[in-house]
């Protein structure tokens, strides 16, 4: 339901990620937007899990398929910051 017109009306949702950041009502046009700083915290935190949890998940990659993760590993290991950093450019410039 809208917050501005109060009616149930289609929505159309904006991701980044898992995350929302944009909310859109398509009958009366009331755009939602996550804030700047909810919507980095929520990366950050994001990415926190994700690294703690990465060992985990190289674990299950290599039982799956070993020849794949050695010969992608090296190549993800050093654009990882690059990745994250184009996320966080990528979602400013969305919200500015
Ligand atoms: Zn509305």
Redesign the pocket.
């Known amino acids: 339901m ?1 917050s ?2 109060f ?1 149930e ?1 289609p929505t159309l949702i904006t991701y980044v990620g898992d995350s929302i950041v944009k909310i859109e ?1 398509e ?4 755009v939602f937007r996550v804030s700047k700083a909810t919507l980095c915290s929520h990366l950050l935190s994001n990415w926190e899990t994700r690294s703690f949890s990465k060992p985990l998940r190289l674990a299950k990659e290599i039982r799956n398929d070993p020849s794949r993760f050695i010969l992608t590993f090296p190549f993800r290991v050093m654009s990882k910051p690059l990745r994250m950093v184009r996320e966080v450019a990528r979602v400013v410039s969305r919200e500015s």
């Open positions: 809208c501005r017109c009616t009306a009502c009958k009366c046009g009331y």
